[in-house]
């Protein structure tokens, strides 16, 4: 092993040691000095590496977490459809399986986002393996950009899932009026649940405080929010206490792409209200990249 003390760094300043050393095949490599970074960027490798371990993490128990939950939202519509729609019922001008089938889909898809996103962390605190998460060369961007994609990719899963399960039930059409609208709050609606899980599992210290962040917040703001009724029928206190609830502007908007009609209003206002989700995503983001790179809860 040998110095080169004659090497400076870029910029100059005080010369930067170049340690070199001889590997077993005669030749020599040479270390990154020490303070220097090996790797500069976006980490590539260590991000498409997490991102693939959390997607296979619930694909090894995909009768759970992709098929069950299509199951159990066709089981919503059924009971639905059967004690409401059963006399020809039309909302929006459509039949009500046709006006709700929309509404479970997202909540499936939303709901689905949120439990991937916030087991990610808890399970590596509660199974003593968060240095898993913390040691590699990952910078928190990375780290957050890795979890949240695979809760989204999960989202889409069950998305198609639960929609192929309703297009085969019997009196449900899903043609779509205008397909940005079910892209945009789909993926739109799916971040919001993602990032809201990922804040979960940053700051739960057991599993019992996801499910009361689930059980007392998630659910009640997804059904009330329009998934089975149009807020017209509500009084005008409660309207507005809907269109406080952003769930509410995510059903619509999907349910506007499969419809062409929503409680929103015409086409600008769905864009307003997807503009809205992107900037309220957008600063949620930027609040768990800070509680990520202060390391709160993950590193004490």
Not at 1 to 6: E, G, H, I, L, Y
Not at 248 to 255: L, N, P
């Amino acid at each position: 092993m040998a110095d080169n003390p004659t090497a400076n760094p870029p910029g100059g300043g005080a010369p930067v040691t170049q340690v070199t050393a001889d590997d077993k095949t005669g030749g020599s490599f040479r270390f990154t000095p020490r303070g220097v970074p090996v790797i500069t960027g976006i980490n590539r490798v260590g991000l498409s590496a997490l991102y693939m371990k959390e997607v296979r993490r619930f694909l090894k128990v995909q009768t759970q977490t992709i098929w069950a939950p299509a199951f159990t939202t066709l089981l919503f519509l059924v009971i639905f459809t059967v004690a409401l729609g059963r006399e020809g019922r039309t909302v929006l001008g459509v039949p009500f399986a046709t006006f709700v089938a929309p509404g479970l889909i997202v909540m499936a898809m939303m709901q689905n986002a949120f439990a991937n996103s916030s087991f990610s962390l808890l399970g590596g605190k509660m199974q003593g393996t968060i240095i898993d998460y913390l040691m590699p060369p990952l910078s928190p961007g990375e780290l957050m950009a890795a979890i949240l994609g695979a809760a989204l990719t999960r989202a889409v899963m069950v998305g198609c899932a639960v929609g192929l399960a309703m297009a085969l039930w019997p009196g449900v059409s899903l043609g779509m009026a205008h397909p940005w609208a079910v892209l945009w709050f789909g993926l739109m609606g799916s971040a919001l649940l993602a990032i809201i899980g990922l804040a979960t599992s940053i700051w739960a210290e057991k599993f019992d405080h996801t499910a009361a962040i689930s059980n007392f917040i998630i659910a009640p703001a997804s059904l009330l929010s329009g998934t089975f009724y149009t807020i017209e029928n509500l009084n005008g206190v409660f309207q507005a206490v809907s269109r406080c609830n952003p769930f509410f502007y995510v059903i619509s908007g999907f349910r506007y792409g499969f419809l062409g009609a929503s409680d929103i209003g015409d086409g600008a206002h769905v864009a307003a209200a997807g503009a809205g989700l992107l900037v309220l995503n957008a600063a949620l983001a930027a609040g768990i990249y800070a509680l990520l790179r202060s390391g709160w809860k993950l590193k004490s």
